[in-house]
Structure formats: structure tokens, C-alpha cells
């Protein structure tokens, strides 16, 4: 293929996200702050101090256009884990110990086979990251959706001890950044991913299992979110952890710059972890290697930045919850 896929072509603007985010922040000058409000819009979660040393941590976010894969294939419970996952991970990257989710379902028409297969999914990721499934809202919406069409949003909050809370401001020059593996894209970048393979791409059939893979790309496409909070809280407990980003959309670069302080960048070495395959059948359609590394995790879902003095002991700690720490990178001046 001659012309370049971008996740323009998909539909989706990340500029335009970017000048939405800004837009929002303009917004929020003109109105009066909370003396209870931390951080800044743009980040991973929001903080809310309720006193006595501790803050209120929340987030929320969805699982995006993979739904219309979970429908092709007619695989749903993944996208329970994938909906707590994708709150869950943000949650703990400011040092926050979840506490309990909510979900929000809207459809074209009811399915409670389809329905009870996600909420099925999100309870075991719930019960996997210790946090309760609270409640939730679903809401029927016939001529918004069409009949077997649906969306997912998810809310987890959380606690942290103020002096605890993990922001990244240590972070210098020197640090190493080391990531842990992803199951695969994730929840993100899927808009790409259905032009990539779809009639205007490769037109794969999704069941089908390329030569030397162990699955179908189907089941590759709609492996879950993998969940981060047994490791990221083991190593909390360390103090040893400079900052955390959970690799979402906009891929490496994007979520690690937002931990870093002003006047440093990361250095990431591409080829120091293998990539999952159906990266490299996804790039196949016709989307550049900047391209890819602006979109997707590429294989790392989440990192710390901590002392090289320090990774011995963060990688053992990662190895009794069964995780094989890589380092990356490196932080560098800008």
C-alpha cells in the first residue's frame, strides 16, 4: 500500500483532543478553585483532599471503538476487565489504593445475555484489583444507539495519604524508566486497528490464525486489558517509585511526558522489548513507525521511573507477582 494509514484517516483527532483538553482548562481558569483540589486537569487522576492527610483519588474512562470487535466476534466478558482496567491503572499511578468502581452502560436495546457477560467481567476485575463494584446506571436508548449498539464508561475512586501521593516531581535526570509487558493493544487505538484490518485495509478475516501464532487474530484483537494494580501496589510499598504513567492512548511518549518534570524527557529504546504480533500485522496496512508509537503501547502497558541503583529490588518485588521488568529508557534533559 502507497498511501500512509494514520488514526486520522480512522476518524480521530488526537490535536484535537489536545486543543479540547486546553479548552477545558481555560474553562476551569475563569471559575473559582477548591482550596480541596490537587493537580491539574490533564492528568491521570484527579485529588481531592478531604483532610486528616488523605485525598479522595478519581478517574474515569471507556473502552472506545474495540467494542465493535467484542460484536464481530461476539466476545464480551473481556470488555468488563478492559472498562476497570482502564480506571484501575490510572488510579494507582498517583500511589492510590482503589476503592470501589462504577460503570455506565447506554444501548439501542437491552441484550442481558450481552450485558451480564461485561458486568461478569468487570466484578473479576474488581475482585482482581481489591475494589469493589459500587453501582452503576444503564440506560436504554433506542434511536441514540441502534439496536445492538452499546457504550461503556467506568469511574473508580480511591485513597492516598497526601504525603504519599506519587506525582513524578522527584523524577531527575539519570532515572531509568522500566515498563512491564501488555497483553496486546489493549484499549486503545482500536479506530486504527478496524481501518487497519478492515475492507479499506488488509480485509483479514478475524478467524484466522497466522502462521506461527497461537491464536486467532480475532482473539489477539480482543485480548483484555491487562490489570496493574497487584504490581504497581507491591512496589509502592517499596518508596522506591519516582513516578508511574499507564501507556494509553497516545503511546509512550504522551503518557510518559506527562509525569516529567519541566526541563526533562524520556530516551526510550524501542528495541528493548518484543512487540506483540498483531502490532506488526496492524502495521502491515500501511501506518509508519511514528505513527505506531504515537497510537499504541506497542507491548509496554505501564511504567516506573525509579534509581538504577534501585531495580534489583523493584524487579524481584515484580517477579513474585509473576512481572518481568524491562528497562526502556532513561530520563534525559530536554
Not at 10 to 25: F, L
Not at 57 to 84: H, I, M, N
Not at 179 to 197: E, Q, V
Request: charged share 25%; aromatic share 6%.
Amino acid at each position: 500500500m502507497n498511501k500512509k494509514l494514520s488514526y486520522e484517516d480512522s476518524g480521530v483527532s488526537i490535536s484535537t483532543g489536545d486543543a479540547w483538553v486546553n479548552v477545558i482548562k481555560d474553562l476551569l481558569k475563569k471559575r473559582p478553585k477548591s482550596e480541596n483540589l490537587l493537580g491539574t486537569v490533564g492528568g491521570f487522576v484527579g485529588l481531592y483532599n478531604i483532610g486528616a492527610g488523605q485525598c479522595i483519588a478519581s478517574c474515569c474512562d471507556g473502552v472506545g471503538t474495540k467494542l465493535e470487535f467484542a460484536k464481530e466476534t461476539d466476545s464480551y466478558r473481556q470488555l468488563g476487565q478492559d472498562l476497570v482496567a482502564m480506571n484501575v491503572n490510572d488510579l494507582v499511578t498517583i500511589g492510590a489504593r482503589p476503592l470501589f468502581f462504577l460503570d455506565y452502560i447506554a444501548c439501542g436495546k437491552l441484550n442481558i445475555n450481552v450485558l451480564k457477560e461485561i458486568v461478569e467481567g468487570v466484578l473479576d476485575a474488581c475482585d482482581e484489583s481489591g475494589c469493589a463494584l459500587l453501582g452503576g446506571e444503564t440506560a436504554e436508548m433506542p434511536g441514540v444507539y441502534s439496536q445492538d449498539g452499546f457504550d461503556l464508561a467506568g469511574f473508580s475512586v480511591g485513597l492516598v495519604d497526601q504525603d504519599k501521593i506519587i506525582d513524578g516531581e522527584k523524577i531527575e535526570k539519570g532515572n531509568i524508566i522500566v515498563g512491564l509487558s501488555s497483553s496486546g493493544a489493549h484499549s486503545n487505538g482500536y479506530s486504527l486497528i478496524r481501518t487497519a484490518l478492515g475492507k479499506n485495509g488488509l480485509n483479514v478475516d478475524l478467524n484466522t490464525k497466522p502462521e506461527n501464532w497461537e491464536e486467532t487474530i480475532g482473539e489477539a484483537v480482543m485480548k483484555p486489558t491487562k490489570l496493574y494494580v497487584r504490581a504497581a501496589s507491591k512496589v509502592i510499598k517499596t518508596g522506591k517509585i519516582k513516578g508511574m504513567a499507564h501507556i494509553t492512548g497516545g503511546g509512550m511518549y504522551s503518557n510518559i511526558i506527562r509525569i516529567l518534570p519541566e526541563g526533562l524527557d524520556a530516551d526510550i529504546d524501542f528495541s528493548s522489548w518484543k512487540r506483540p504480533r498483531i502490532f506488526d500485522l496492524i502495521q502491515s496496512a500501511g501506518i509508519d513507525e511514528d505513527e505506531m508509537r504515537k497510537v499504541f503501547n506497542l507491548g509496554i502497558g505501564y511504567i516506573f521511573v525509579l534509581n538504577i541503583g534501585d531495580f534489583d529490588e523493584i524487579a524481584e518485588v515484580l517477579s513474585k507477582v509473576g512481572e518481568k521488568p524491562i528497562i526502556i529508557g532513561k530520563v534525559v534533559k530536554k
